[in-house]
């Protein structure tokens, strides 16, 4: 059944080789495969794959990883050229690029360059330290 298989997402780009850079360079991110039809990506145990599509990115965040230090991830991308979003919502609401949304849950958001709105998650017990 569907609850042993593994999954990954797939994320829509309109120029294949701008997102190949984007996540290889900027993100570190590894290449898997390369096929005509676009490109999948290593990270951690999980794979994603980006493809050229004429279709619009959404505005809900398209995937997420869960990072050990939020403030730490932040800073890295950041010194990267990134720029993370600031969201006043409920539920949601940013300082520094931070949000917390759970007791022990902290959330950030950045986009790539065709607009994948992409985010880090921090869960535990220990609270982002400010930087």
Request: charged share 25%; no cysteine; hydrophobic share 35%.
């Amino acid at each position: 059944m569907l609850n042993d298989a593994g999954t990954y997402t797939t994320l829509p780009v309109t120029e294949l080789e701008r997102a190949r850079r984007f996540y290889s360079e900027t993100l570190g991110m590894r290449e898997v495969m390369v096929t005509d039809g676009g490109i999948m990506f290593a990270s951690g145990a999980t794979q994603f794959f980006v493809y050229p599509s004429s279709f619009r990115a959404s505005g809900h965040t398209q995937m997420s990883w869960t990072v050990p230090d939020i403030r730490k991830e932040v800073a890295e991308l950041r010194g990267r050229g990134l720029k993370f979003e600031e969201f006043d919502v409920p539920g949601v609401k940013t300082v520094d690029g931070i949000s917390q949304v759970g007791p022990n849950v902290w959330t950030a958001y950045f986009k790539d360059p065709d607009g994948n709105l992409l985010g880090l998650t921090q869960i535990g017990e220990r609270t982002p330290e400010a930087s």
